[in-house]
Nanobody, 123 residues
Framework: QVQLAESGGGLVQAGGSLKLSCLFSGRIFNIYGLSWFRQTPGKEREFVAGINSAYATYYGDFVEGRFTISRDNGKNTIYLQMDSLNLDDTADYYC?????????????????WGPGTRVTVSS
């Protein structure tokens, strides 16, 4: 069974940077597609970025070049480097895994989720 554990969230000033990590365990990491989603109270979970098993990357429209997703197959970890953060980036960020290797914006098509890490951007 896949287990995911996010880390790296915290409080940052607007314009600053944070790097999130997600440690994967329980299955063969290399074949999974992995993504980051985020959610704020009262809103649906939103696709932030994804990286498939072939290292192709995808981003939500709102990212506009500010975030970079990457994976390290040797460490069973994916990362989300977030730069130029703004107040609208305040959310709980979740890592998600999909066994087919591809990524999708559809929340319901992921096989496993982490518990999340909170990012708060202050003015």
């Amino acid at each position: 069974q896949v287990q995911l554990a996010e880390s790296g969230g915290g409080l940052v000033q607007a314009g600053g940077s944070l790097k999130l990590s997600c440690l994967f365990s329980g299955r063969i990491f290399n074949i999974y597609g992995l993504s980051w989603f985020r959610q704020t109270p009262g809103k649906e979970r939103e696709f932030v970025a994804g990286i498939n098993s072939a290292y192709a990357t995808y981003y939500g429209d709102f990212v506009e070049g500010r975030f970079t997703i990457s994976r390290d197959n040797g460490k069973n970890t994916i990362y989300l480097q977030m730069d130029s953060l703004n107040l609208d980036d305040t959310a709980d960020y979740y890592c998600a895994a999909r066994a087919v290797g591809a990524v999708t914006t559809n929340v319901g098509l992921y096989d496993a989720w982490g518990p999340g890490t909170r990012v708060t951007v202050s003015s």
